[in-house]
Structures are given as structure tokens and as C-alpha cells.
């Protein structure tokens, strides 16, 4: 038996650092330090 209710999704470890978005459908590496999220169209870097 499995807890996760939504398992269809995946969830990065670095969520947006403006909207707090975690799917990683809804992110992208735009370069080896950036990511931009898609829910807010935004850039942030994960560490
Ligand atoms: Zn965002």
C-alpha cells in the first residue's frame, strides 16, 4: 500500500523561491544554476 495521494506528480527538492512551486513539470533548468519556474514565469536558483 502506497501513502502518496497524488503519485502522479513529482516533486523537485528546490521549490520556487517565489510562488513555492514544486512540480517538476513546472520547472526548468535554464542553465546549470537557474531555474525557471512556469507557474510564475520567474528565475530563481535553487542553492
Ligand atoms: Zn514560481
Not at 1 to 13: I, P
Not at 25 to 30: I, N, R, S, T, V
Given at each position: 500500500?502506497?501513502?502518496?495521494?497524488?503519485?502522479?506528480?513529482?516533486?523537485?527538492?528546490f521549490p520556487c523561491a517565489h510562488c513555492g512551486e514544486s512540480r517538476i513539470?513546472?520547472?526548468?533548468?535554464?542553465d546549470e544554476e537557474t531555474v525557471r519556474c512556469r507557474s510564475c514565469d520567474?528565475?530563481?536558483?535553487?542553492r
Open positions: 500500500m502506497k501513502d502518496e495521494s497524488d503519485s502522479d506528480e513529482e516533486h523537485v527538492e513539470d513546472l520547472l526548468e533548468w535554464e520567474r528565475r530563481y536558483r535553487p
